[in-house]
């Protein structure tokens, strides 16, 4: 039980920076959307597959409802002006850029736990990149 818990404080120090799921210490993204196709520090592959962040669209999904439901319903409770509206959905925007990189670090983060990659040579960035 002790380990579980180490293990899950290592994992939240490294997807709340986002940073690589591997080693911890690469950065997931280098824009604001763009994700490198391997680590910048232990050069693990991110994508193991293609399609594979179709799953982070349901993670993303699932914040998205998580954060802007209540708020939704509050907003259709208390207020119902003009501005209340424009206001979320000026919020929903901006947060559209942090969900998608957290889902996606996420997602990562889901995958490292359950399926390790274990330094798979299939999963290493080729030695002339």
Known sequence: MQEKKRQLRTHLKGLLPLKCPHCRKGDLFTGMFKMPAYCTYCRVLHEREHGYFTASIYIGYGIYMAIF????????????SIYGWIAFFVAMTFFIPFIFRYSRGIWLYMDEWL????????????SNQ
């Open 69 to 80: 439901f209540p708020i939704f319903v509050v907003l259709m409770l208390i207020d119902s």
């Open 115 to 126: 399926n390790p990659r274990a330094n798979e040579p299939k999963y290493k960035a080729p």
